[in-house]
C-alpha cells in the first residue's frame, strides 16, 4: 500500500497533464470527506497541490475551502488517485 507521499505524488502526476483543474461531475462520482445526517463534506475539484472541499447542509451548498492532499486522509487520496486514474 502506497503512502500519503507516494499517493499525492501520483495526483499530481495524474493532473499535470490538465490545462486547469478537474472537477468530480467529469468522474464517476464524488469522495466523501465526512458525512453524517444532514451534513457532508465533499471533496469536488482536484488541482494540482490541493482539493476544493464543499460542505453542505441538508443538501445545499454553504461554504467550500481549498485543502491541501497533505491534509485530506489516506483513504480519500486513494479515492481520487483511483478516479483520476478511471477517467484515463
Do not use: W
Not at 499530481?12 to 472537477?23: A, C, M, R, V, Y
Not at 497541490?49 to 497533505?70: G, M, R
Amino acid at each position: 500500500m502506497a503512502n500519503k507521499k507516494d499517493l499525492i505524488s501520483k495526483i499530481e502526476k495524474q493532473i499535470l497533464g490538465n490545462d486547469e483543474e478537474i472537477h468530480s461531475c467529469d468522474l464517476d462520482h464524488t469522495p466523501i470527506l465526512m458525512s453524517n445526517k444532514h451534513t457532508s463534506q465533499c471533496v469536488e475539484t482536484f488541482n494540482h497541490d490541493s482539493a476544493t472541499v464543499f460542505f453542505y447542509v441538508n443538501d445545499v451548498e454553504t461554504s467550500q475551502t481549498e485543502v491541501l492532499y497533505k491534509d485530506l486522509p489516506k483513504r480519500v487520496l486513494e479515492e481520487i488517485l483511483t478516479l483520476l486514474q478511471e477517467r484515463q
